[in-house]
T-cell receptor, first 115, second 111 residues
């Protein structure tokens, strides 16, 4: 199994450009997450999804949008890139049940610079 | 008060030493606990889950103290390859979004 796959690995954007960060998982996990991690800081939750067709905001959703049309894919969209969105973005997935003690599995990240 | 707090370190210890980290959490309804390690510029990777009775995986031992609301990680006979940031993660079963990451404890093992 590939696990959680993120593309691209690196990207440089100009201010005001838009792009989509791709995330796919092949573990049939219900729950998927997008985090950002700024240098020397912890993970901050941007958006999450508990299943296809269901998404919800996390701690820092402004400037981002997500969709979840399938169980496998959870793309993150930046509509108007700003320098404050320069960060490393991690996608994660986990089995989701009300009584699940399962850990998250992370993709290897997308390093995004906005210039 | 942060929901999950860790000593940021850095801890700088010689190879072969034993080192321990604590992590405190504020939500008494927390039910799942994990330790992840994160290498520089890499993704977090699961090190071990933490069970109520405590658990061991090779040189690593994790403990949970519900009464005092903390978890701990003990690393014995530390190796150079143990140098990383260790993240404490606390969650509740019933909420997909209530997965709280600590900011991490940096560990550096010197030869």
């Amino acid at each position: 199994n590939a696990g959680v796959t993120q593309t691209p690995k690196f990207r440089i954007l100009k201010i005001g450009q838009s792009m989509t960060l791709q995330c796919a998982q092949d573990m049939n996990h219900n729950y998927m997450y997008w985090y950002r991690q700024d240098p020397g800081m912890g993970l901050k939750l941007i958006y999450y999804s508990v299943g296809a067709g269901i998404t919800d905001k996390g701690e820092v959703p402004n400037g981002y949008n997500v969709s979840r049309s399938t169980t496998e894919d959870f793309p993150l969209r930046l509509e108007l890139a700003a320098p404050s969105q320069t960060s490393v973005y991690f996608c994660a997935s986990k089995e989701g049940t009300d009584y699940s003690n399962q850990p998250q599995h992370f993709g290897d990240g997308t390093r995004l610079s906005i210039l | 008060r942060k929901e999950v707090e860790q000593d940021p370190g850095p801890f700088n210890v010689p190879e072969g030493a034993t080192v321990a980290f604590n992590c405190t959490y504020s939500n008494s309804a927390s039910q799942s606990f994990f330790w992840y390690r994160q290498d520089c510029r890499k993704e977090p990777k699961l090190l071990m889950s933490v069970y109520s009775s405590g658990n061991e995986d090779g040189r690593f031992t994790a403990q949970l103290n519900r009464a005092s609301q903390y978890i701990s990680l003990l690393i014995r006979d530390s190796k150079l390859s143990d140098s990383a940031t260790y993240l404490c993660v606390v969650s509740t079963y019933s909420s997909a979004s209530k997965i709280i990451f600590g900011s991490g404890t940096r560990l550096s093992i010197r030869p």
